[in-house]
């Protein structure tokens, strides 16, 4: 059995994958296009870049992916310039919006001013009920084992049936998605698709640098840590010298503060590490990944990584006939 197509608004994706949206520096241009090119649907984290680097970006992932696919933009309630953020990506007249941490009223307004389609990170029935009644196209339900800021510690296939039940607009699955025989799963439980973040960030197109991608290849099952962020939720992280450093309610002074969270705990500065990790400094930077990290041993490029997971996902639905 084939791979169904992903429609949420204008869309219908070949493929019924959602790149994860991944700051800072993560997932931008390059990694958006190239999923978007092979039939997935790529996104654009505008988390530590400017405004003006976030339209460029967006024109860049659209020359690149020779107008193929969707390219979309993840935009972070939390940060201070969410709302500026936000009217650059309508402007440039994305395909779609999603956001995370916190939900706006606004943002589904503006969606529906301009007819963007704007999709709203959940982590239980109640918020994508409220989700939806506000205006959002889609929900994408993220679980535990996720990486990076977490917004719950259910697994995602314990919360996908209680979402799928409670609202009509189409069901999203994030979280531990790894294989096509996860999506076989999701998509059984009533889920539109999934969206994957960690498996496409050991990608020869990803915007990472080359360290922090190794350091996913080299990642071992013992090396997954948990840590309090200076947003006030747990991210889940690869360790390092910074995670030992921050445990416990470590701190770790900076040079300078860039005041770019609403709500900060000031023991250190969440953005200024992944800026490190970015700049391929993996040991005193934060290297959020997913729980199953572990299992990936190659970086590949994006058409082999969604060709393998059509391929089980052909494989786990004739099995299950």
Known sequence: ???????IGHMV?????????MGVGISLSGLASAVAAVGGIGIISGTGITTDELRFHIRRARELSKGKGYIGVNVLFAVNDFAEQMKAALEEKVDFIISGAGISRDMYAWGKEAGIPVLSIVSSAKL????????????VVEGFE???????????????????EAVTIPVIAAGGILTGADVAKAISLGASGVQMGTRFVASEECDAPLAFKQKYVEAKQEDIVLVKTT?????????????EIIKDDGKFKVAKCLDCLKSCSY???????????????VDMGL????????EIKDILPVS????????EYHLATEQAV
Do not use: W
Request: net charge positive; hydrophobic share 45%; with cysteine.
């Open 231 to 243: 947003v006030g939720l747990e991210g889940r992280a690869i360790r390092n010298t910074f995670t």
């Open 146 to 164: 996720a990486g990076g800021h977490l917004g719950t510690d259910r697994p995602m296939f314990d919360i996908l049936p209680e979402v799928v």
């Open 13 to 21: 994706s070949k493929y019924p994958i959602i790149q994860g949206g």
């Open 287 to 294: 290297v959020f990944a997913g729980a199953r990290v572990a």
């Open 304 to 311: 082999d990584i969604i060709g393998k997971i059509a391929k």
């Open 1 to 7: 059995m084939k791979l169904p197509q992903l429609k």
């Open 128 to 139: 994508a009920r409220l989700s939806q009644r506000l205006g959002a196209s889609a929900v």
């Open 267 to 281: 023991r250190f500065c969440t953005m200024d590490s992944l800026l490190r990790s970015l700049k391929g400094d």
